[in-house]
């Protein structure tokens, strides 16, 4: 299967509640991010605890920098508001980053792993939640 990784899950495999590694490496995933992932998980970084962000850091060296990232083009960001705006219609706010994540995953037909799933299915694209 071909999987979008959702930062959700990457955060969860940093504080060691998930090991995301095994899992792409046990089912024989074909794994991607997206350039929204980049910046939503470097937003993200501890800042206030010198071992969690050690921690955090050693992640991404190791593991999150070494994924193929999709980029966001214009045809991502269009995708991404037409997406929204359908769910928006049908009475779901979804965060910005989750179009944009529903986006790539529509244009390169791709499965997302996350842990909210209802916010991507309510954007029409599949996903799973590996943690369940």
Known sequence: MRILIDTSLLVEGERRNFDLGKWVVGARHEVFICDATVAEYIAGKPLKDAGKEHRWQNYWDSFVSLITSVPLDHQVCEKAGALLADARRAGKTIPLGDGLHAAVADLE?????????DHFRALGVRAV???K
């Open 109 to 117: 037909d791709l499965t997302v792993a996350t842990v909210d799933v």
């Open 129 to 131: 939640n590996p943690l």
